[in-house]
């Protein structure tokens, strides 16, 4: 599909392209539907397509419940968020072809990384949602903020990418398998590489999930366009690090270093996501950090979860982790609508559109109060789990919970706390207050139906898993728990069924505390937002990252001054020294050089005269002053050659050597009549010194590597394969019977580019002799 985009868009184009796409996440969809009652009952799929066999590389589908729910979620949202872009992306205007492209590419990748099997194919997969994403955030790029938030969001995932890919070779190594499946049933825990695996692989679901502190890159994601910010950060991209975590739980789960790594970086990226929220004043920035915070809350609940102990914890995660993507998905369309429609998300113009906009307010309540906890919306579900999972936590006797885990539900109190505030930003800043129609560019009006029916929808369902959440609990959330803690809940079932009331408990009591507290704080926010003002600029990450991309640039400008000096001399020793190092080193670390002397036949006077006649010859070309001798002497050595090929009964090769050595040596003497004559070397002991070293190095490994070839049958011989060749081709020579029979094709393909060549050469010597005449 993503091919006859161009095509849909050049020759349809009365029609939004959108349209056309949408067929493509609506069919995947629904295919996911019919999935889930197979899945419901512990099935898996499994599908393989052979890619690099040798190699055990195969593109091999793996479908469980953690795959399904996520692959429900990347079509589903990227159905309604396709069908949102027909009526906020103008045809007219845009270049939709583009835009729908790598939207397509983009959901591919995502589906390709939740359904792998093969982690060589995923990493694949995840490199190229990467690619995609810089895309679609550049897709702006006339402007420099997106090719800014492109570039970040880039640089810091791809840096993750390396390392997850490094974590999944050592994957590899341990288990001796590409096989996700097979990962997962190994017993890892003993092995020396347990840990530096786990560390890597961490560090590419943290970056691509935005977890601090590499979540500096997710708000200057938002120079996207609105529906590109709903898909990526609501369902897709974000939630791939997410994905990585759940899947990699049974490999890494259940020891204290994946506990407090996982849940610490959640529960500190919650409250550092929320409190940063309150003091942005772009609506889509400050949804940006609020993403960064559920994304740290559902990370923070697989941390606890893996303790094995605490299943609640993993059934909240799975259960927000569809919330966040119903409640921030129509909060990021509404907040495009807002933007679309009145031409500003700068909260300090918005105010007063709650008459003027009254479905894009309700929407927004709905969205914002869900992302607050509050109920009848399926955010106070999940919310409340989220509190009974880090009760839970604290009250273990392990990890050294009995003394820092009543930490965990202290920051996440505070947290939530931030979280409602924001939320009533959201809400109250930008609809209720004066209506001034000075502060607003355009006439402000209620968005088109058609730009209203996504996020409406996204509303209906956040009422419906309210009132129906054992549903999805039955159908989803339970095959998920299994593929995330198979070995738990083998044979036992799961036991979580969500109550919209559970009684007066604790985790209610810190719900109204939130509301009081949130209520409070956002009443005063003017009398203490001045805290934010006393952060120090110097001390940001993002004022790291700049700082260390100006330094890394000129470092490297000044390494490459270094050794780019434009001279060849020094571009011949890189290549000879290097050459030194690499077969010179092998030949002795590895003790590869080898040699024989039964092997080689007898050396006869006459052979040891001309090889001491080719050292001559070689010796008078380095002391010589006079390019004349030096020709000479090089033609000496050829010459000399030949005659080795006619006594080891080579006549071809010898005609041939003799052929090119006496054209070699007259053009030599053409060109150089024309030069003028060798001047004094200026060059000092140290320059020369240099030159002996690197040629003597050069020429000792060249020559032990001929020795040793010589002694080193790595391979059966192939001269049975000529055996038939006079029968075959009817030459007695062999010579000619590989020239012209067996490589004929390829003889006559070098003859062509030695032909193309001369002419080359040709055309060079007569270009300035034209001009001298015409002069």
């Known amino acids: 599909m993503a091919l006859l985009v161009p095509l849909l868009y050049k020759y349809v184009p009365r029609i939004h392209t959108g349209w056309f796409v949408l067929v493509v996440p609506i069919g995947i969809f629904l295919y996911m539907i019919e999935l889930i009652p197979m899945i419901a009952k512990g099935k898996i799929l499994v599908s393989s397509v052979p890619w690099i066999p040798s190699l055990g590389i195969n593109y091999s589908v793996y479908v469980d419940g953690l795959a399904l729910i996520f692959g429900l979620l990347i079509s589903g949202i990227g159905a309604l968020v396709v069908l949102y872009s027909v009526y906020y992306m103008s045809k007219k205007r845009e270049a939709l072809h583009n835009f729908y492209v790598y939207l397509l590419i983009f959901m591919g990748a995502m589906l390709g990384v939740v359904f792998s099997d093969n982690i060589i194919v995923l990493y694949m997969f995840w490199e190229l949602t990467s690619i995609a994403s810089f895309l679609l955030i550049a897709y702006w790029y006339q402007r420099k903020q997106s090719r800014y938030g492109a570039q970040k969001s880039l640089v810091i995932t791809i840096f993750g990418g390396l390392a997850l890919l490094a974590g999944l070779i050592l994957l590899s190594v341990m288990t001796n398998t590409y096989s996700i499946r097979e990962i997962i049933t190994a017993d890892l825990r003993g092995h020396q590489l347990f840990l530096p695996a786990m560390l890597l692989i961490l560090i590419g679901a943290f970056t691509k999930s935005a977890q601090f502190p590499f979540h500096i890159w997710l708000p200057d994601a938002m120079e996207a366009p609105t529906p590109i910010s709903a898909y990526l950060h609501s369902a897709t991209m974000v939630k791939a690090g997410i994905y990585l975590v759940a899947r990699f739980t049974p490999v890494f789960g259940g020891t204290i270093e994946w506990f407090w790594l996982v849940t610490g970086t959640g529960i500190i990226t919650l409250l550092w996501g929320s409190f940063s929220a309150v003091k942005q004043n772009d609506l889509k920035a400050m949804l940006a950090f609020s993403t960064i915070s559920q994304l740290g809350l559902i990370i923070c609940l697989l941390g606890i979860g893996s303790s094995l102990y605490v299943t609640t914890a993993v059934f909240a995660a799975l259960f927000h982790l569809i919330n966040h993507s119903t409640f921030k998905g129509c909060l990021f369309m509404v907040v495009g609508i807002v933007d679309h429609e009145t031409g500003t998300r700068d909260i300090r113009k918005l105010g007063g559109l709650m008459s003027l906009m009254p479905i894009t307010f309700t929407l927004m309540i709905i969205g914002s109060f869900s992302m607050a906890g509050l109920p009848p919306f399926n955010g106070f579900l999940s919310k409340e789990l989220f509190f009974t999972g880090v009760l839970e936590a604290s009250k273990l006797n392990m990890y050294y919970l009995d003394t820092w885990g009543i930490v965990l539900p202290i920051l996440a109190w505070i947290a939530s706390i931030f979280t409602f505030i924001y939320s009533m930003i959201l809400v109250l800043k930008t609809f209720t207050g004066k209506y001034k129609l000075s502060k607003y560019e355009i006439k402000v009006h209620e968005a088109p139906l058609g730009m209203l029916i996504s996020p409406m929808f996204l509303a209906i369902l956040i009422l419906l898993f309210f009132f129906f959440p054992n549903t999805i609990a039955n159908n989803l959330l339970q095959p998920a728990m299994s593929a995330i803690l198979p070995g738990l809940l083998d044979g036992v079932g799961i036991e979580n069924n969500i109550k919209i ?121 380095m002391l010589t002053k006079s390019r004349l001798t030096a020709v000479i002497g090089l033609g000496v050595i050829g010459f000399v050659v030949a005659i080795f090929f006619v006594i080891f009964r080579a006549p071809d090769l010898a005609l041939t050597q003799l052929v090119v050595e006496t054209v070699t040596v007259a053009l030599f003497m053409l060109c150089f009549y024309h030069l003028p004559e060798l001047g004094k070397e200026t060059e000092g002991a140290g320059f020369r010194t240099a030159n002996l070293i690197v040629s003597l190095g050069v020429g000792i490994v060249v020559t032990l590597v001929a020795i040793s070839a010589q002694s080193n049958a790595l391979f059966d011989s192939i001269s049975s394969f000529y055996e038939d060749s006079y029968q075959l081709a009817g030459a007695r020579n062999i010579v000619n019977a590989i020239l012209v029979d067996f490589r004929g094709f390829d003889t006559m393909l070098e003859i062509l580019v030695l032909t193309i060549a001369g002419f080359g050469v040709y055309s060079l010597i007569k270009l300035p002799l034209h001009r001298r005449n015409n002069r």
């Open 501 to 621: 009331w559970h009684g007066w408990t604790t985790e209610v009591f810190m719900t109204l505390g939130v509301v009081v507290v949130g209520m409070l704080l956002y009443a005063s926010l003017n009398k203490w937002s001045w805290i934010y003002e006393y952060l120090p600029a110097k001390m940001s990450f993002n004022y790291l990252y700049d700082r260390g991309l100006v330094g890394m640039e000129k470092l490297a400008s000044q390494i490459t001054k270094k050794y780019m000096t434009g001279i060849v001399r020094d571009y011949l020793l890189y290549i000879f020294i290097f050459f030194v190092l690499v077969v010179g080193g092998s030949l002795v670390l590895l003790n590869n050089f080898t040699y024989h002397p039964a092997d080689n036949g007898s050396v006869s006077a006459y052979e040891v005269v001309l090889m001491l006649v080719i050292i001559g010859a070689a010796v008078l070309v």
